[in-house]
């Protein structure tokens, strides 16, 4: 999000320095121009406000400028003059009759162009107009020129034209380092919009980072997570107060769920006893042939004194906040296996386990071994007489992992994906002693301690339950 909120700033950045930019080089390009346009015709018009006419000749009778004949050092010093003017600014100059014969012109060769802007500008300058602004020299269009006419008027008739064009080597580096002012100085401007846009993205997600470890962690299990007081946004503040309130009151309808649960049976407990009590005296006065109702009341009595047990133990289990700390699944697992291998022996089951010599997961050693008990109660009460029970420990890349597989009917596709739930029991398996709640209380115990439980069907038959927890940090050296 950070990238993309970055990217966004930025791109309007560019967009606001380019729609800036482009019109400021333009409009110094076109100042720099115009500036050599306007003293390019100021020169222009010096040269035809000097320029003399004659009247004792011909041309003259025809309104005809430049010296008469035989005037040589007129001539001479207006040849003179257009030299010296080329010699100095290296600008092309002729002052042309009406027909584009030159009086003078430097170089001496120079003609009136025969096409393009200067047959332009001669031709408007004939019709008694001054050049209009020329195209746009760009600095890559080095072969262009600059052409300007002004045209030499006398008695109202335009009676020559003074013709120059001009290089535009100086323009073009001129408008080069225009830009390259431009370019340094928007530059600058995009660092520093830069710095203002991490600045200000940062000011905006810092609480939505908050936001979002402290919804990871309360969905992991830590419910004491809340969202520090930070700076940002007043929208993203009062949302992170409103997230620590809708939290407040989650925890506080869990703990009040939890809390009925665990006096609920722990009230019921008292009474059930009670009731079965009741229950064996009046067993004792009623006549014979009722042996049958009574054992079924019997036995309901005691399925449901197991499953308020197992409500108090899922619970205590709920209310449990562990401490996982880095414990020998392998010592606890084979403690395990040492403690159910009578159950086991008693109902024909072959106990046996594998893996390395050592294997260090961070666990509550307690909450892990009521889980692997749970797991195994269910493994040694489906695995059917002679089968075998295998436990084994695994050492993966990010976590230590105990599997369970037993050979008993297993689960299908369907019903993997409700294992674990509360008071779930396969349609298949209603007539086996439970409640429900073992492998609900496993996962509880697991979850709490940051690890996880998982179900996968064995073939041909058999169920395979992994607890799986973290493996400690490596030490920093």
Known sequence: MRTRLLGILLALMLCVLAALGLPLAAAVAAAQQTKVVVDRLDDAARFAQDLPTSGTTDAARKGEPGPAPGDLSRRNAIDAEVARYHDLYGVRLGIFQRDGLP?????????????????????????????????????????????????????????????????????????????????????????????????????????????????????????????????????????????????????????????????????????????????????????????????????EGVRLARVLDDLLGLATAEHARPEPEPTDLVALTLARVDAWRPVAEQRGIELRWDGPALALGMADPIGFGSALDAVLDNALKFGPEGSRVRLRVAVRREEVAVTVTDAGPGLTEEELSRAGDRFWRSPRHQNVDGSGLGLSIARTLLTAGGGSLGFAPVKPTGLAVTLAVPRPAPAKK
């Open 103 to 299: 009086i003078a012109a430097a170089p001496k060769d120079w003609q009136v162009p025969a096409g393009g802007s200067g047959a332009q500008a001669f031709q408007e300058a004939l019709d008694g107009r001054r050049s209009h602004n020329p195209p746009q020299v760009w600095p890559w269009t080095d072969d262009r020129t600059i052409t300007v006419a002004t045209p030499v008027v006398r008695d109202g008739d335009v009676v020559a034209v003074v013709l120059s064009e001009s290089p535009t080597g100086a323009l073009r580096t001129r408008i080069l380092h225009g830009w390259l002012v431009i370019g340094a100085g928007e530059a600058a401007a995009m660092i520093v919009a830069v710095l203002l846009a991490v600045r200000l993205t940062e000011w905006v997600l810092r609480p939505v980072r908050t936001l979002d470890r402290a919804t990871h962690d309360i969905a992991t299990g830590r419910m004491a997570a809340r969202v520090a007081p930070g700076g940002g946004p007043p929208e993203l503040q009062r949302l992170a107060r409103s997230f620590n309130e809708m939290a407040d009151h989650v925890v506080l309808a869990m703990d009040q769920q939890k809390a009925f649960v665990a006096d609920a049976s722990h009230q019921l407990r008292n009474p059930l006893a009670a009731l079965l009590l009741r229950v064996e005296v009046l067993g004792l006065e009623l006549p014979e042939g009722h042996e049958e109702e009574l054992g079924g009341v019997r036995e």
